[in-house]
Nanobody, 127 residues
Framework: QVQLVESGGGSVQAGGSLRLSCTTSGYTYRPPSVGWFRQAPGKEREGVAAITSDGRTSYADSVKGRFTISKDNAKNTLYLQMNSLKPEDTAMYYC?????????????????????WGQGTQVTVSS
């Protein structure tokens, strides 16, 4: 069974940093892309950053220059380094992949449809 498990969230003051991790397991193939999404209360889930199987990265305009996505294929782990955090970055952060058997909503972003989600990790940035 495919699993995505996020960790690393927490509370931080504006200007601070956090690094999120997403450990994947159960895949019998390498997904074409893995992404980070976030959802703030009362808002729709939105794409934050993604990285393809060949290492190409994409970012939302709101996080360019502040967030960096990376992955360690040997550890089956995806990372999101978040620097210069702002209160508007407060949200639940999810990692997600395209999958044949979805476990949640389908969101098309930067060329891929993401439909398999982890449980999320909360990030709270105070001013």
């Amino acid at each position: 069974q495919v699993q995505l498990v996020e960790s690393g969230g927490g509370s931080v003051q504006a200007g601070g940093s956090l690094r999120l991790s997403c450990t994947t397991s159960g895949y019998t193939y390498r997904p074409p892309s893995v992404g980070w999404f976030r959802q703030a209360p009362g808002k729709e889930r939105e794409g934050v950053a993604a990285i393809t199987s060949d290492g190409r990265t994409s970012y939302a305009d709101s996080v360019k220059g502040r967030f960096t996505i990376s992955k360690d294929n040997a550890k089956n782990t995806l990372y999101l380094q978040m620097n210069s955090l702002k209160p508007e970055d407060t949200a639940m952060y999810y990692c997600a992949t395209p999958a044949f058997l979805p476990n949640g909503v389908s969101i098309w972003w930067k060329g891929y449809t993401y439909n398999y989600w982890g449980q999320g990790t909360q990030v709270t940035v105070s001013s």
